[in-house]
């Protein structure tokens, strides 16, 4: 891929114009097809597979397979064999030899999502395999060549995790080689106003469904909350709103009860929506950098409508 379509493809999926995305772009297209282990720390929700999934799209094995298995979602016992495949007759009901997923993706990338939840005999055997290049199946004596990028995932405090004993030092030294952070959605709140028209956009398309913008109180709301589940809880909302609401324009009647905090009866200093609307205005206004006619677009709204809603609330 050309540096123009990596840029182009990176700005489709990892959306947002803070520091951190643009940095995140940037660190993604520089990795990309460097062919060293990746480690991706993040809350849950805040895209660490997404991230993955570009990674492997954007680099030489884009060609060959992309596979992810969640390491805290399988049985140890289950996970080391699919993992490493099996020999026939290796445990009770292995009638038939099967390859594993690190030598299913040999070419190509694996996704070792949660590996910070990998017991400590599993971290030996993927130490194992990460140092010789080979996988040994279960049951099995003879090493299988494999030629696979690992990308490992973890919500977990890693270095903690090595400081109690549970997460081996020399296997995150391993996985360690280039780390990449991806922000929570709460750190970058200008993000959230391009992200949620992003998803509304793809929401519809997937659904089938007439294109339905966001009133400025409901966008406000969604600037001004803290969104515990990061990006994939705003696309649930989003969805949900699509599902649930009515109108041509999701506004706060479809949102759910959380977005709205405490009852504004108990709750000291809650917003008016006047408020609420001239701040969500402000804030698009300083995100266009002063130009109305992209602030608008932001809002949703035509640049007649702009201005009266500057002049009603005297907004200079």
């Not at 080391?80 to 993706?105: D, I, K, W």
């Not at 279960?138 to 973890?154: E, K, L, N, Q, S």
């Not at 324009?249 to 709750?267: F, H, K, N, W």
């Not at 006047?274 to 698009?284: F, K, M, Q, T, W």
Request: hydrophobic share 40%.
């Amino acid at each position: 891929m050309s540096a123009l379509e990596i840029a182009r493809a990176l700005s489709n999926e990892l959306v947002g114009e803070s520091g951190d995305m643009i940095e995140l772009r940037q660190q993604v297209a520089r990795v990309a097809d460097c062919n060293v282990n990746l480690l991706l720390l993040g809350e849950s929700g805040t895209g660490k597979e997404l991230v993955a999934r570009l990674v492997h799209r954007v680099s030489a094995r884009r060609d060959r397979p992309f596979v992810g298995v969640n390491c805290a979602a399988v049985h140890e016992t289950l996970l080391e064999s699919e993992l490493f495949g099996h020999e026939a007759g290796a445990f009770t009901g292995a009638g038939v030899a099967t390859p594993g997923l690190l030598r299913a993706c040999d070419g190509g990338t694996i996704l070792l999502d949660e590996v910070g939840d990998m017991s400590p005999s599993l971290q030996s055997k993927l130490l194992r395999v990460l140092e010789e290049r080979a996988v040994t199946p279960v049951g099995g004596v003879t090493p299988r060549a494999v030629d696979v990028r690992v990308i490992a995932a973890t919500h977990h405090d890693l270095p903690a995790c090595v400081r109690q004993g549970t997460f081996r030092e020399d296997l995150y030294y391993r996985l360690n080689v280039v780390c990449l952070s991806i922000p929570p959605l709460r750190e970058r709140r200008s993000d959230i106003p391009p992200l949620a028209e992003h998803m509304t956009r793809r929401v519809a398309d997937v659904l089938g469904l007439p294109l339905r913008r966001i009133r400025p109180e409901a966008m406000a709301m969604f600037v001004r909350y803290d969104w515990p589940g990061n990006v994939r809880q705003l696309g649930n909302v989003i969805q949900r709103a699509y599902v649930l609401g009515q109108g041509a324009a999701i506004s706060p009647a479809d949102l759910p009860v959380e977005l709205l905090g405490t009852p504004v009866a108990q709750r000291e200093g809650f917003p008016t929506l006047r408020e609420a609307s001239s701040r969500h205005v402000r804030c698009a206004l300083e995100l266009a950098g002063g130009v109305r006619s992209r602030a608008a677009r932001m809002l949703g709204i035509d640049r007649k409508t702009l201005w009266r809603i500057m002049r009603r609330y005297a907004i200079q």
